[in-house]
């Protein structure tokens, strides 16, 4: 029962569980009430996103396609990752992968060029069992 890491808003796959939304804010123009009718998420879990600082840091290196900055925004969102709540988060979901099905999302279009690529990474390391990602 693998967990999945998703595009948020994106159809959801057979069996995929509870979604979770590892977003900053909600999505602009929905109502609450129909955020898990649209599949954007059933949970907002905004502890597993960067800060705001640090999303300001994806998107400049988003827009630049500057490696070394996107690097620099991998290594500022893996330190804030690090602290006591969000590790504790992750070893969690790493822990659940193991006996329920669930997803793991973010809005960006290109997982390669978003923060959950880096969530991939530490649900892995933490011996998750993570969806290969879609080629």
Same mark, same amino acid.
């Given at each position: 029962?693998?967990?999945?890491?998703?595009?948020?808003?994106?159809?959801?796959?057979?069996?995929?569980?509870?979604?979770?939304?590892?977003?900053?804010?909600?999505?602009?123009?929905?109502? $609450? *009430? =129909?955020? +898990?009718?649209?599949?954007?998420?059933?949970?907002?879990?905004?502890?597993? !996103?960067? @800060?705001?600082? &640090?999303?300001?840091?994806?998107?400049?290196?988003?827009?630049?396609?500057?490696?070394?900055?996107?690097?620099?925004?991998?290594?500022?969102? $893996? *330190? =804030?990752? +690090?602290?006591?709540?969000?590790?504790?988060?992750?070893?969690?979901?790493? !822990?659940? @992968?193991?006996? &329920?099905?669930?997803?793991?999302?973010?809005?960006?279009?290109?997982?390669?060029?978003?923060?959950?690529?880096?969530?991939?990474?530490?649900?892995?390391?933490?011996? +998750?069992?993570?969806?290969?990602?879609?080629?």
């Amino acid at each position: 029962m693998p967990i999945r890491i998703v595009r948020l808003g994106s159809d959801r796959a057979q069996g995929e569980g509870l979604r979770v939304g590892t977003v900053r804010r909600p999505p602009r123009g929905v109502p $609450k *009430s =129909e955020f +898990a009718s649209q599949n954007w998420y059933d949970v907002w879990y905004p502890n597993l !996103a960067p @800060s705001v600082e &640090t999303m300001k840091m994806a998107q400049a290196a988003q827009a630049s396609g500057v490696a070394s900055e996107w690097n620099a925004f991998g290594r500022k969102f $893996k *330190s =804030e990752m +690090a602290e006591a709540d969000a590790s504790r988060s992750l070893d969690l979901l790493a !822990a659940l @992968s193991h006996q &329920t099905s669930f997803s793991v999302g973010c809005y960006c279009e290109n997982e390669a060029r978003c923060h959950r690529s880096f969530l991939r990474e530490l649900l892995a390391e933490r011996g +998750a069992d993570i969806v290969p990602e879609a080629k």
